[in-house]
């Protein structure tokens, strides 16, 4: 790190050729460059999408004679990731002066950089059907119940 080659002549701020930022801006030959404009943009590099279940619920049964099919259902969620790399670009023109006339071009930088999002999104609902026998003092009687609805979790004995 150093002050401007050219010394004053290229101004009182002896660090004005790299932008006021000697550590990240070089300008090695002493041309007096002047930031011009600048570009950004995303790109999207990877997604990644976890589903993610909830619990599962009695939603209810059905019953048919002395049978019954009991209804399940969870809640889906999608866990989403999405990676993007952002792009900089500080565009420069520059000065240079030969044998007293002065030649002018661009000069461009660019640095990269990653972001990472999270959200999350619906992802619907999954139902599970089992089908069991209704039990009570009169099976077929309305108060009756169906003992697919306790034994066991879902996903078990899926139909």
Not at 112 to 123: I, L, M, V
Request: glycine share 8%.
């Amino acid at each position: 790190m150093r002050p401007d080659p050219i010394g004053l002549a290229g101004g009182v701020n002896f660090y004005s050729y790299v932008q006021n930022n000697p550590i990240r801006f070089v300008d090695s030959l002493g041309l007096k460059c002047s930031l011009i404009g600048t570009t950004s943009y995303s790109l999207l590099t990877d997604t990644k999408e976890k589903i993610v279940a909830g619990d599962w619920l009695f939603q209810r049964f059905l019953q048919v004679n002395i049978g019954c099919v009991c209804i399940y259902y969870r809640e889906l969620r999608i866990d989403v990731t999405e990676t993007y790399t952002i792009f900089n670009t500080y565009i420069f023109e520059c000065i240079e002066e030969e044998c007293g006339e002065y030649y002018s071009y661009l000069k461009y930088q660019t640095y990269t950089d990653t972001s990472t999002e999270n959200y999350s999104k619906y992802g619907g609902r999954e139902y599970e059907s089992r089908v069991g026998a209704m039990v009570g003092t009169n099976s077929v009687r309305r108060g009756s119940s169906c003992n697919c609805v306790k034994p066991n979790p879902p996903g078990l004995y899926s139909r």
